[in-house]
């Protein structure tokens, strides 16, 4: 069965400092990799989309990475800011079929001033 | 503005009153989904639908029902709802190849079944 691991469930940080959150995944076939950023009671919304070829995207102050050999990716945020704070789903596709999308728990990030 | 409409917002009624969730989507995508977020189970597929008259389900679809009529919209109906659909709810949508394309979902739609 397709599954995503992400770790921790829970992060506080303080504003300004760098945290690196984790997604594990065992997909196959893969076809990319999704984070999501979601606000609390809002929709996700997209923040990198990385295919099998793809080792590192970056928007903004995020930065993901993936290693398609041991199914791993990070998102590493930089200066953190209280903006961030919000939900971060992993979601890998698995390429085509009725059931492509796996997503992640996500987890929860939380900024202090 | 490209976007993914979903109403109610909220809605808080009772068990077995049938209720409509209406998705619109204006972005002329193919493919529109229902998920359903609940605390530590993430978000959970109810219903896809690939095309206009083509849906199929996800995999939390007992105690739904969806229709593609026109492409743009996609409604979530509840026939007889029961308190353990009390959930946050979305709609999302992107192009036909879905698994390349990125997902737009909408601001979601909280229900509470009493």
């Not at chain 1, 829970?10 to 594990?24: F, H």
């Not at chain 1, 929709?43 to 099998?52: H, K």
């Not at chain 2, 109810?46 to 995999?59: A, L």
Request: glycine fraction near 8%.
């Amino acid at each position: 069965k397709n599954q995503v691991e992400q770790s921790p469930q829970s992060l506080i940080i303080l504003e300004g400092k760098n945290c690196t959150l984790q997604c594990n995944y065992t997909v196959s076939p893969f076809s990319n990799l999704r984070w999501y950023k979601q606000d609390t009671g809002r929709g996700p919304v997209s923040l990198t989309i990385m295919t099998f070829s793809e080792n590192t995207k970056s928007n903004g102050r995020y930065t993901a990475t993936l290693d398609a050999d041991t199914k791993q990716s990070s998102l590493h945020i930089t200066a953190s800011q209280l903006s961030d704070s919000a939900s971060y789903i992993c979601v890998v596709s698995a390429g085509g079929g009725a059931d492509g999308l796996t997503f992640g728990k996500g987890t929860h990030l939380i900024i202090q001033p | 503005e490209a976007q993914v409409t979903q109403n109610p917002r909220y809605l808080i009624t009772v068990t077995g009153k049938k209720l409509t969730v209406t998705c619109s989507q204006n972005m002329n995508h193919e493919y529109m989904s229902w998920y359903r977020q609940d605390p530590g189970l993430g978000l959970r597929q109810i219903y896809y639908s690939m095309n206009v008259e083509v849906t199929d389900k996800g995999d939390v679809p007992e105690g739904y029902k969806v229709s593609r009529k026109e492409k743009r919209n996609f409604p979530l109906i509840l026939e007889s709802p029961s308190p353990n659909q009390t959930s946050l709810y979305f709609c999302a949508s992107s192009f036909r190849d879905r698994n390349t394309g990125e997902l737009f979902f909408g601001e979601g739609s909280r229900l509470t079944v009493l």
